[in-house]
């Protein structure tokens, strides 16, 4: 069975510039979270999405958006880059029938310069 | 106040020794509480996770459960050097949001 998949795993992006994150759950599993870690910070959510809905949405700009798709694939972007958006950002794929257990994929990188 | 507090540590325990660590959260209505462990430079992974009041085992580790206190905790027994990581601590409180801490750093002294 194949685990969380995350791409790219490492991004540089100038400031200004917009990225887009992908994330492909667990086989099977419907709901998709994000999260930034920053070493001060730790993880904060960003978002959680289930059947192309999102039930959830933490306290950051509308800068940073998320998508899922019909197949539970998901995307998060983030426009207007700016240094402090520099973070691993993390996926987790649950079943999203009730239970939280996260499993997380590598991350993605995001270095702003 | 934050709503998952953990001792930023680095805790440091000798080889073979129980290493203790601890978490408070702010909401009474939290549900589920789970145990992380990061490797430096990889993703967090799910060790251990408990519902009820009470200690949960498994194999060397033991969560514990104080929902009166909001308080759960995780214990490593017999630690070894593989150990050293920062451990996680995360609560769901509902609306599909969890809530993580911002982790304790173990070191395991060989």
């Known amino acids: 069975k194949a685990g969380v998949t995350q791409t790219p795993r490492y991004l540089i992006k100038t400031r200004g510039q917009q990225v887009t994150l992908s994330c492909s759950p667990i086989s099977g599993h419907r709901s998709v979270s994000w999260y930034q870690q920053t070493p001060g910070q730790g993880l904060q959510f960003l978002f959680e999405y289930f059947s192309e809905t999102q039930r959830n949405k933490g306290n950051f700009p509308g800068r940073f958006s998320g998508r899922q798709f019909s197949n539970s694939r998901s995307e998060m972007n983030v426009s207007t880059l700016e240094l402090g958006d520099s973070a691993l950002y993390l996926c987790?794929?649950?079943?999203?029938?009730?239970?939280?257990?996260?499993?997380f994929g590598q991350g993605t990188r995001l270095t702003v310069v | 106040q934050k709503e998952v507090e953990q001792n930023s540590g680095p805790l440091s325990v000798p080889e073979g020794a129980i290493a203790s660590l601890n978490c408070t959260y702010s909401?009474?209505?939290?549900?589920?509480f789970f145990w992380y462990r990061q490797y430096s430079g990889k993703s967090p992974e799910l060790i251990m996770f408990?519902?009820?009041?009470g200690d949960k085992e498994d194999g060397r580790f033991t969560a514990q459960l104080n929902k009166a206190s909001q308080y759960v905790s995780l214990l490593i027994r017999d630690s070894q050097p593989s150990d050293s990581a920062t451990y996680l601590c995360a609560v769901y409180s509902g609306g599909f949001k969890t809530i993580f801490g911002a982790g304790t750093r173990l070191f395991v002294k060989a």
């Open positions: 909401d009474r209505g939290s549900q589920s």
């Open positions: 987790a794929s649950h079943t999203g029938r009730g239970n939280t257990e996260a499993f």
């Open positions: 408990i519902y009820s009041n």
